[in-house]
C-alpha cells in the first residue's frame, strides 16, 4: 500500500498562512495539490527552479507534478533511495523573494511496481509551527547559509502547547545548487553518529 512521509526541514518554521496538501503517488510520476484558507501568490517548487515550479495566481489550490522515469534526475532533482522517491519541495510565500514563511518538504513516495494498479493517496495537513535556527558559535549569530565543517548549535523553539518529545534524525545538505544528499547526524534511535567529514 502506498504511503507518503513528509520531513519539515530546516530554517525558520513560522508560518502566517494554512495550508494542506495532498499528494498522490503512482509509477509515472507524483501529483502534488497544496491548499490554501486564502489567496496564494506565491511559488511552490523543487530543484532546479528554473524546470519544475509553480506560481499562484491568487488561487487557493496548486497542482505540480513530477514526472518519474529516465532522465527526470537531471530535469528536477528527484532521486532514488531505499524503495523511495525522494523529492525536496519549497512552498515559499512571495514568488521571487525569500521570506520567514518560507518552508520546505521532503517527499517520499515509494518506487511502485509498473504492474500495480493506479495510485492512492495520502492527505497531511500542516503540523504546529515551530522555529528552528543555526547559530555560528564564533560569533553567536544567526549564520546562512551554514558552512559544512564549522560547528554550529542548533536551537529548537516551541510552542507551549506541544509535547517534548524531539529527536533529531537527519540533516538534509544541498551540496550543489540543485542536487541534495542525505547527512545522517543520529542513529535510528537518537545517538549521536560518528562525525563525517564532507568536501561538499
Known amino acids: ?28 510520476q507524483i501529483d502534488l495539490l497544496f491548499i490554501f484558507d486564502d489567496p496564494f501568490y506565491g511559488m511552490i517548487s523543487m530543484k532546479p527552479k528554473d524546470s519544475c515550479f509553480v506560481k499562484g495566481d491568487g488561487h487557493p489550490k496548486l497542482l505540480l507534478t513530477l514526472a518519474l ?26 514568488s521571487e523573494l525569500q521570506t520567514n514563511d518560507d518552508i520546505s518538504y521532503l517527499i517520499r513516495c515509494p518506487i511502485m511496481n509498473p504492474h500495480e494498479k493506479i495510485q492512492k493517496t495520502n492527505k497531511i495537513e500542516m503540523p504546529p509551527g515551530a522555529t528552528l535556527e543555526i547559530v555560528d558559535k564564533s ?19 516551541l510552542p507551549s502547547n506541544l509535547e517534548f518529545d524531539i529527536k533529531i534524525g537527519q540533516c538534509i545538505a544541498f551540496t550543489t545548487e540543485n542536487e541534495f544528499a ?19
Open 69 to 94: 522515469g529516465n532522465g527526470t534526475g537531471q530535469k528536477c532533482s528527484v532521486i532514488q533511495r531505499e524503495g523511495f522517491n525522494l523529492a525536496v519541495i519549497d512552498v515559499n510565500v512571495h
Open 182 to 200: 542525505f547527512l545522517p547526524l543520529t542513529d535510528e534511535v537518537g545517538w549521536l553518529s560518528i562525525e563525517q567529514e564532507s568536501n561538499s
Open 1 to 28: 500500500m502506498t504511503f507518503v512521509v513528509f520531513f519539515i526541514l530546516f530554517l525558520w518554521l513560522k508560518f502566517t498562512y494554512s495550508l494542506s496538501v495532498t499528494v498522490s503517488c503512482s509509477v509515472k
Open 139 to 157: 560569533v553567536m549569530q544567526k549564520k546562512q547559509p551554514a558552512i559544512v565543517g564549522k560547528p554550529y548549535d542548533l536551537k529548537l523553539v
